[in-house]
């Protein structure tokens, strides 16, 4: 199985300020079809999982403009350029190349 | 805009099947991929597996001898089934329709607890 390794676990972030987190995969998520399929999800606390990002950079239907991300291979990042109050929660990073998809352990996401 | 609403027993105990359904409004499931996923309490996502085209399925390895993924066209249901119980398949079990094979639509998840 593809092992989805995110860092930091928790990341306590200034209202206003930018926040980062990595997802890095054990191996290239770049499938055959030439796509590579590394999505973000959110999750705020008692919240089902949202989608934020598809096929690495891809900002879902509704996703607010603060929320970026890049990468490439094996290594991801989502970013938030002013993280709000709304924005708390965990974040997981997902791989859908190879079966089984896997997830991340999750990042927590708190205000200082 | 699509919804969708997962139902079923919140108990189960040791070695039985677990049985959930998920009930898909304002969308067909005749299409689209339609994805189980499950979250331990106070844990991380793993994915199950899904289906699409009506009938063709993947399965996590890791579950693959007990999981059973349907749908139900005529109720516009998708159904899991998970046979052989324990402890560990104690979760909130979510359904998602994707975009493409990337669960992006989730329902609001459901307990369930395997017990005696």
């Known amino acids: 199985d593809i092992v989805m390794t995110q860092t930091p676990l928790s990341s306590p972030v200034t209202l206003g300020q930018p926040a980062s987190i990595s997802c890095r995969s054990s191996q290239s998520l770049v499938h055959s079809d030439g796509n590579t399929y590394l999505s973000w999800f959110q999750q705020r606390p008692g919240q089902p999982p949202r989608l934020l990002i598809y096929k690495i950079s891809n900002r879902f239907s509704g996703v607010p403009d603060r929320f970026s991300a890049s990468g490439a291979g094996t290594d991801f990042t989502l970013k938030i350029s002013r993280v709000e109050a709304e924005d708390v929660g965990v974040y997981y990073c997902m791989q859908a190349t190879q079966f089984p998809y896997t997830f991340g352990q999750g990042t927590k996401l708190e205000i200082k | 805009q699509v919804q969708l609403q997962e139902s079923g027993p919140g108990l189960v105990k040791p070695s039985e099947t677990l049985s959930l359904t998920c009930t898909v409004s304002g969308g067909s499931i005749s299409s689209d991929y339609w994805t189980w996923i499950r979250q331990p309490p106070g844990r991380g996502l793993e994915w199950i597996g899904y289906i699409y085209n009506r009938g063709s399925t993947n399965y996590n390895p890791s579950l693959k001898s007990r999981v059973t993924i349907s749908v139900d066209t005529s109720k516009n249901q998708l159904s899991l089934k998970l046979s052989s119980v324990t402890a560990a398949d104690t979760a909130v079990y979510y359904c998602?329709?994707?975009?493409?094979?990337?669960?992006?639509?989730w329902g609001q998840g459901t307990l369930v607890t395997v017990s005696s």
């Open positions: 998602a329709r994707g975009k493409g094979v990337v669960p992006s639509v």
